[in-house]
Protein backbone atom coordinates (compact mmCIF):
# COMPACT_ATOMS: atom_id res chain seq x y z
CA UNK A 1 0.00 0.00 0.00
CA UNK A 2 2.05 3.07 -1.16
CA UNK A 3 -0.77 5.64 -0.82
CA UNK A 4 0.55 9.27 -1.88
CA UNK A 5 4.48 9.35 -2.34
CA UNK A 6 5.88 12.32 -2.75
CA UNK A 7 9.85 12.94 -4.12
CA UNK A 8 12.46 14.26 -3.19
CA UNK A 9 12.21 14.11 0.85
CA UNK A 10 14.99 16.91 0.82
CA UNK A 11 16.07 19.78 -1.04
CA UNK A 12 18.47 22.61 -0.79
CA UNK A 13 17.92 25.16 -3.68
CA UNK A 14 19.68 28.60 -4.56
CA UNK A 15 17.97 31.37 -5.07
CA UNK A 16 16.32 31.61 -8.51
CA UNK A 17 16.64 28.17 -9.25
CA UNK A 18 13.62 26.24 -10.15
CA UNK A 19 11.94 22.69 -9.49
CA UNK A 20 9.58 20.51 -9.13
CA UNK A 21 7.94 18.73 -6.79
CA UNK A 22 6.61 15.00 -7.34
CA UNK A 23 3.39 13.52 -6.28
CA UNK A 24 1.77 10.58 -7.08
CA UNK A 25 -0.79 8.25 -5.35
CA UNK A 26 -2.12 4.81 -6.37
CA UNK A 27 -5.67 5.27 -4.87
CA UNK A 28 -7.33 6.39 -7.73
CA UNK A 29 -8.21 9.42 -6.17
CA UNK A 30 -10.25 12.07 -7.95
CA UNK A 31 -9.11 15.01 -5.49
CA UNK A 32 -5.19 15.81 -4.85
CA UNK A 33 -4.05 18.64 -3.16
CA UNK A 34 -0.55 20.49 -2.08
CA UNK A 35 -0.03 22.26 1.03
CA UNK A 36 2.97 24.07 2.95
CA UNK A 37 3.47 23.89 6.38
CA UNK A 38 5.64 26.86 7.70
CA UNK A 39 6.57 26.71 11.91
CA UNK A 40 3.89 26.95 14.10
CA UNK A 41 1.74 28.03 10.96
CA UNK A 42 -0.94 24.88 10.65
CA UNK A 43 -0.85 24.12 7.26
CA UNK A 44 -1.66 26.09 4.30
CA UNK A 45 -3.16 25.33 0.82
CA UNK A 46 -1.74 26.28 -2.43
CA UNK A 47 -3.18 24.39 -5.26
CA UNK A 48 -5.69 21.72 -5.39
CA UNK A 49 -6.77 19.92 -8.15
CA UNK A 50 -10.51 17.73 -8.60
CA UNK A 51 -9.88 15.81 -11.42
CA UNK A 52 -7.10 15.55 -14.54
CA UNK A 53 -6.98 18.63 -16.38
CA UNK A 54 -8.54 20.99 -13.59
CA UNK A 55 -6.42 23.12 -11.30
CA UNK A 56 -7.88 25.78 -9.08
CA UNK A 57 -5.70 28.28 -7.09
CA UNK A 58 -5.72 28.21 -2.60
CA UNK A 59 -4.54 30.44 -0.02
CA UNK A 60 -1.69 30.93 -0.96
CA UNK A 61 -0.50 30.14 -4.78
CA UNK A 62 2.05 33.21 -5.63
CA UNK A 63 5.29 31.58 -6.92
CA UNK A 64 4.02 27.91 -7.81
CA UNK A 65 2.54 26.13 -10.61
CA UNK A 66 0.73 22.88 -10.96
CA UNK A 67 -0.34 20.51 -13.87
CA UNK A 68 -2.77 17.00 -13.63
CA UNK A 69 -2.02 15.28 -16.89
CA UNK A 70 -3.09 11.78 -15.44
CA UNK A 71 -5.25 10.46 -12.08
CA UNK A 72 -2.04 9.42 -10.28
CA UNK A 73 0.23 12.49 -11.14
CA UNK A 74 -0.28 15.92 -9.44
CA UNK A 75 3.79 17.95 -9.46
CA UNK A 76 4.23 21.54 -8.05
CA UNK A 77 6.78 23.32 -9.78
CA UNK A 78 8.50 26.31 -8.45
CA UNK A 79 9.83 28.52 -10.99
CA UNK A 80 11.71 31.38 -9.36
CA UNK A 81 12.37 30.08 -5.67
CA UNK A 82 13.02 32.76 -2.98
CA UNK A 83 13.91 32.49 0.83
CA UNK A 84 10.09 32.70 1.86
CA UNK A 85 9.50 29.53 -0.16
CA UNK A 86 11.28 27.65 2.67
CA UNK A 87 8.88 24.95 4.29
CA UNK A 88 8.09 21.89 4.14
CA UNK A 89 5.60 20.62 1.25
CA UNK A 90 2.52 18.17 1.29
CA UNK A 91 0.64 16.98 -1.23
CA UNK A 92 -2.44 15.08 -0.09
CA UNK A 93 -5.44 13.12 -1.68
CA UNK A 94 -8.82 12.37 -1.06
CA UNK A 95 -11.65 10.05 -3.07
CA UNK A 96 -14.29 12.48 -3.55
CA UNK A 97 -14.61 16.78 -2.64
CA UNK A 98 -17.38 16.06 -0.17
CA UNK A 99 -16.82 17.49 3.25
CA UNK A 100 -16.63 14.01 5.14
CA UNK A 101 -14.03 12.82 3.29
CA UNK A 102 -10.46 12.45 5.20
CA UNK A 103 -7.56 13.02 3.09
CA UNK A 104 -4.26 11.42 2.45
CA UNK A 105 -1.01 12.72 2.71
CA UNK A 106 2.82 12.10 1.50
CA UNK A 107 5.29 11.96 4.03
CA UNK A 108 6.65 15.65 2.93
CA UNK A 109 9.16 17.26 1.15
CA UNK A 110 11.34 19.59 2.72
CA UNK A 111 12.96 22.20 1.03
CA UNK A 112 15.31 24.64 2.09
CA UNK A 113 16.22 28.13 -0.41
CA UNK A 114 19.33 29.54 0.38
CA UNK B 1 -14.17 33.31 6.55
CA UNK B 2 -13.93 29.68 7.80
CA UNK B 3 -11.39 29.39 10.30
CA UNK B 4 -9.84 26.97 13.11
CA UNK B 5 -7.94 27.92 16.50
CA UNK B 6 -6.18 25.64 18.76
CA UNK B 7 -5.08 26.14 21.92
CA UNK B 8 -1.30 27.52 22.10
CA UNK B 9 1.67 24.48 22.84
CA UNK B 10 3.45 22.92 23.25
CA UNK B 11 1.92 20.91 26.04
CA UNK B 12 3.98 18.58 28.03
CA UNK B 13 2.50 15.73 30.36
CA UNK B 14 3.55 12.70 32.31
CA UNK B 15 3.06 9.11 31.14
CA UNK B 16 -0.97 8.50 32.19
CA UNK B 17 -2.34 11.91 32.26
CA UNK B 18 -5.08 13.12 31.00
CA UNK B 19 -5.13 14.74 27.55
CA UNK B 20 -7.05 17.59 26.63
CA UNK B 21 -6.28 20.15 23.43
CA UNK B 22 -8.86 22.70 22.93
CA UNK B 23 -10.38 23.59 19.34
CA UNK B 24 -12.84 25.96 18.31
CA UNK B 25 -14.22 26.92 14.88
CA UNK B 26 -15.83 29.63 13.08
CA UNK B 27 -17.70 27.98 9.92
CA UNK B 28 -20.77 29.19 7.45
CA UNK B 29 -22.76 25.65 7.27
CA UNK B 30 -22.06 23.00 8.51
CA UNK B 31 -18.49 21.21 8.46
CA UNK B 32 -17.07 18.15 9.12
CA UNK B 33 -14.04 18.31 12.07
CA UNK B 34 -10.77 16.26 11.54
CA UNK B 35 -8.01 15.67 14.39
CA UNK B 36 -4.81 14.49 12.17
CA UNK B 37 -1.12 13.61 13.97
CA UNK B 38 2.15 13.89 12.90
CA UNK B 39 4.78 12.27 14.07
CA UNK B 40 8.42 13.49 13.56
CA UNK B 41 9.37 13.21 10.71
CA UNK B 42 6.06 11.79 8.93
CA UNK B 43 3.12 12.99 7.71
CA UNK B 44 -0.38 13.84 8.70
CA UNK B 45 -2.69 10.93 9.65
CA UNK B 46 -6.09 10.77 10.32
CA UNK B 47 -6.53 10.65 13.91
CA UNK B 48 -10.60 11.05 13.92
CA UNK B 49 -13.21 12.53 12.38
CA UNK B 50 -17.38 13.79 12.99
CA UNK B 51 -19.49 14.82 10.08
CA UNK B 52 -22.41 16.58 11.81
CA UNK B 53 -23.44 18.01 15.75
CA UNK B 54 -23.02 15.85 18.33
CA UNK B 55 -20.61 12.92 16.80
CA UNK B 56 -18.27 11.79 19.14
CA UNK B 57 -15.38 10.42 16.69
CA UNK B 58 -12.64 8.15 18.62
CA UNK B 59 -9.87 6.30 17.85
CA UNK B 60 -6.73 4.69 19.65
CA UNK B 61 -8.31 5.93 23.17
CA UNK B 62 -8.88 9.53 22.03
CA UNK B 63 -12.32 11.11 21.44
CA UNK B 64 -13.50 14.12 20.35
CA UNK B 65 -17.24 15.71 20.25
CA UNK B 66 -18.54 18.13 17.68
CA UNK B 67 -20.09 20.53 19.94
CA UNK B 68 -22.61 23.03 17.81
CA UNK B 69 -23.38 25.66 20.58
CA UNK B 70 -20.01 25.81 21.74
CA UNK B 71 -18.20 25.56 18.32
CA UNK B 72 -15.95 23.36 19.34
CA UNK B 73 -14.11 19.74 18.74
CA UNK B 74 -11.90 19.25 21.66
CA UNK B 75 -9.40 16.21 21.95
CA UNK B 76 -9.26 13.96 24.72
CA UNK B 77 -7.41 10.66 25.73
CA UNK B 78 -8.18 9.49 29.14
CA UNK B 79 -4.10 8.30 29.74
CA UNK B 80 -1.11 9.51 27.20
CA UNK B 81 1.94 7.44 26.82
CA UNK B 82 5.25 8.43 25.39
CA UNK B 83 4.36 7.11 21.86
CA UNK B 84 1.63 9.75 21.31
CA UNK B 85 4.33 12.56 21.54
CA UNK B 86 3.18 14.17 17.91
CA UNK B 87 1.75 17.53 16.57
CA UNK B 88 -1.97 17.36 16.70
CA UNK B 89 -3.58 19.37 13.92
CA UNK B 90 -7.66 20.46 13.86
CA UNK B 91 -8.93 21.01 10.92
CA UNK B 92 -12.45 21.62 9.30
CA UNK B 93 -14.12 20.67 5.51
CA UNK B 94 -17.13 23.07 5.45
CA UNK B 95 -17.68 23.33 0.93
CA UNK B 96 -17.51 20.55 -1.54
CA UNK B 97 -13.81 20.59 -3.13
CA UNK B 98 -12.48 19.13 0.10
CA UNK B 99 -10.30 21.52 0.90
CA UNK B 100 -8.99 21.61 4.65
CA UNK B 101 -8.35 24.58 6.43
CA UNK B 102 -6.38 23.65 9.88
CA UNK B 103 -5.77 25.14 12.76
CA UNK B 104 -1.82 25.99 13.50
CA UNK B 105 -1.52 22.55 14.89
CA UNK B 106 -0.57 21.96 19.47
CA UNK B 107 2.23 19.91 20.16
CA UNK B 108 2.80 17.10 22.81
CA UNK B 109 5.36 15.68 24.80
CA UNK B 110 4.98 12.86 27.05
CA UNK B 111 7.24 12.47 29.36
CA UNK B 112 7.59 8.98 31.06
Known amino acids: NAGVTQTPKFRILKIGQSMTLQCTQDMNHNYMYWYRQDPGMGLKLIYY???????DKGEVPNGYNVSRSTTEDFPLRLELAAPSQTSVYFCASSYQGERNQPQHFGDGTRLSIL | GNSVTQMEGPVTLSEEAFLTINCTYTATGYPSLFWYVQYPGEGLQLLLK?????DKGSNKGFEATYRKETTSFHLEKGSVQVSDSAVYFCALNSGNTGKLIFGQGTTLQVKP
Open chain 1, 49 to 55: SVGAGIT
Open chain 2, 50 to 54: ATKAD
